[in-house]
């Protein structure tokens, strides 16, 4: 069996920043001391006029990237998902939010996959936090070849948008010719008529992985790549939970508040069927490797298998 291409999702969006910088000559980057791990750097060595360190002090950084984007700029304010979303949750609110400036966000070391950083480092609550933003537009790929076109489309669009990247490397899933990413489209990656099981980021792929072993019992599992969180595809969603009558959702983050309410609040109105939410469940993360914790806290395909087959039953 021929070994799966793994890349990290904020490799691919350091890569891309660096790519897209030519096309978008008003594109600035800003960095809050952490070039090197968010990997602005890759476009700091290309356009170094461009890019501007913060340092620690990433409230001032929104800021300032507001303050850009008045000028007719497009700024990308890069850090870590825990100081992104958590400790300039205010600024992005205020300052980008409000105002509707289009700002764009890339917070990468997203999710628990951050790993031996441990628990404060492990940002589970990004989603539901920047969710709650009147606006805000929230893109969280599942692979490299998703957080590319995730990339290029905020850069498109008008307005502020959080992109979600990881730490961790990760299986290559949509490098195919026929994928084709849009805000606000869902794409249906396997046919099913049993359960649906809709996945965003990194889930995706165990979501596919536990598809398969449902298969093999004779249970056929439709599974859905969710990768604008919001504006949701609420159209997809309750297309298939009506074809299905039961939904599963997936993600590499608290089930309060991010895909797994956000699905729910969207099948309670439309089409109320049961649903199971698959995530980290109101805890705290561990310091440990990815892949552990990941196995630990059931996200990877068996734990994703396990819990659909224990949710049919």
Do not use: W
Not at 38 to 67: L, Q, S, W
Not at 96 to 119: F, Q, R, S
């Amino acid at each position: 069996m021929a070994e799966v291409k793994k890349i990290a999702t904020r490799e691919a969006y350091g890569n891309a920043l660096a790519e897209f910088g030519e096309d978008y000559p008003n594109m600035v980057v800003l960095d809050a001391d952490l070039a090197t791990a968010t990997k602005t750097g890759v476009f700091k060595k290309k356009y170094p006029e461009r890019h501007i360190d913060c340092g620690i002090a990433e409230a001032n950084m929104m800021g300032i990237a507001a303050g850009l984007s008045l000028t007719g700029k497009i700024p990308v304010a890069s850090t870590f998902a825990m100081f992104a979303a958590g400790r300039a949750f205010e600024q992005v609110r205020n300052s980008i939010g409000y105002p509707h400036l289009n700002v764009k966000i890339g917070a990468t070391h997203a999710g628990i996959t951050v790993g031996e950083d441990g628990a404060s480092h492990q940002c589970n609550e990004d989603i539901a936090l920047m969710r709650t933003i009147p606006g805000m537009t929230i893109l969280n790929p599942a692979d490299a070849v998703e957080a590319r076109a995730c990339v290029k489309a905020a850069l498109d669009y008008e307005g502020p948008v959080y992109m979600r990247f990881g730490r961790a490397a990760v299986p290559v899933i949509n490098d195919r010719e026929d994928y084709k990413f849009e805000i606000g489209k869902g794409q249906v990656l396997r046919e099913g008529k049993d359960v649906t099981i809709v996945a965003t980021g990194i889930l995706v792929n165990s979501a596919l992985e536990a598809a398969e072993r449902l298969a093999g019992e004779g249970v056929e599992a439709e599974v859905i790549n969710i990768c604008t969180i919001k504006p949701l595809d609420k159209e997809l969603i309750i297309s298939s939970a009506k074809k299905t009558g039961k939904v599963v959702t997936a993600e590499e983050h608290t089930i309060i508040g991010g895909l797994g309410g956000a699905v729910c609040e969207t099948l309670s109105e439309g089409c109320p069927v049961p649903v199971c939410r698959i995530g980290i469940e109101d805890v705290f993360g561990e310091s440990g490797s990815a892949g552990a914790l990941i196995a630990k806290y059931g996200l990877d395909g068996e734990g994703v298998y396990r819990k659909v087959k224990a949710f049919l039953a």
